[in-house]
């Protein structure tokens, strides 16, 4: 009893540290960013300075001998989902980890779906999919999917992502929203996942969201430390002190970086990136404002 509490603790504190974001996301015209499955008919009405003349309904117009305008609504309906990396590097972080600001970032934008009345649904993998929530609408379903992201004690420390994207691939057939919250650390060679990641994009509007700890693109000279990889548990002791080593460390991270960003570019997937030391509203708030500006220009 005494743990459920602590977990509800936990999930109504993130609801209020999240709850001005949320705000500024919907303010910010998260309706308009995100548009529904298409427009049905709603109304005929007269004609009014300034009406799209493309929408003049010729029939109705010419029995009456006075201008009638169709009028459509946008038909909403979405449907959001969460693709969440539950791998053992989520573990990693300084004073923050990777896996809690994903899950903060995550809960963000499942409120502001919630606000937007949209069904969520939630998809948690490491490597190969570990548990799936169908896309439901209320309250009730949210929390029940943050106390989830909160709780689950994944399977496997492991990832593979293209695995996990084919079976999202199968599993939704209804053109949705789907945010991949990950750090995108795998294997590149064995986890090439860009050609399922274009599979899905080219069906449903994709978003790409990497979690990363300012620590994992600099190692700073602290002498002889022992790195342990989170995955594989595999641990090698380095002398932090060798400035070659430091540079030729940076240097490769910074050619993964730049051949992963490549992959979303080629495929046009939008990506963001989300620094655990940083307030995670700010590159959300600015991606909105990006995709705001597509939209409308």
Same mark, same amino acid.
């Given at each position: 009893m005494s743990e459920t509490k602590d977990i509800l603790k936990v999930v109504k504190k993130i609801e209020i540290s999240t709850r001005e974001l949320v705000e500024g996301l919907i303010t910010g015209n998260y309706h308009s960013v995100f548009k529904g499955q298409g427009i049905e008919f709603s109304e005929i009405r007269?004609? =009014?300075?300034?009406?799209?003349? =493309?929408?003049?309904?010729? @029939?109705?117009?010419?029995?009456?001998?006075?201008?009638?305008? @169709? $009028?459509?609504?946008?038909?909403?309906?979405l449907r959001v989902y969460f693709a969440f990396d539950v791998s053992g590097s989520g573990s990693f972080g300084d004073k923050v980890s990777k896996r809690r600001r994903a899950v903060e970032i995550a809960a963000s934008l499942m409120f502001a779906s919630l606000r937007n009345n949209d069904n969520i649904g939630l998809f948690l993998f490491s490597d190969g999919i570990e548990k799936f929530i169908p896309a439901r609408k209320g309250r009730k379903h949210v929390l029940k999917l943050i106390t989830t992201l909160v709780t689950y004690q994944p399977e496997s420390k492991h990832t593979n992502i293209a695995e996990s994207l084919k079976f999202i691939s199968k599993v939704i057939k209804k053109k949705s929203i789907i945010f991949v919250v990950s750090d995108f650390i795998s294997n590149v060679f064995a986890d090439d996942f860009s050609v399922p990641l274009k599979h899905l994009k080219n069906r449903h509007d994709v978003?790409?969201? =990497?979690?990363?700890?300012? =620590? $994992?693109? $600099?190692?700073?000279?602290?002498?002889?430390?022992?790195?342990?990889?989170?995955?594989?548990? $595999?641990?090698?002791?380095?002398?932090t002190s060798d400035e070659e080593f430091r540079h030729n460390y940076s240097s490769l991270i910074a050619e993964q970086d730049a051949k992963l960003r490549s992959r979303f570019n080629k495929i046009k997937v939008d990506f963001l990136d989300v620094l655990t030391d940083e307030p995670y509203a700010v590159p959300l708030k600015k991606f909105f404002r990006i995709r705001q500006r597509r939209v409308v220009y």
């Open positions: 007269d004609y =009014r300075p300034g009406d799209d003349v =493309r929408a003049i309904d010729w @029939k109705v117009t010419a029995r009456f001998n006075y201008p009638y305008i @169709k $009028e459509f609504i946008e038909e909403r309906d978003i790409a969201m =990497r979690i990363i700890d300012p =620590r $994992e693109r $600099e190692i700073p000279d602290v002498g002889l430390i022992e790195l342990e990889d989170e995955e594989t548990g $595999e641990q090698i002791l380095v002398d």
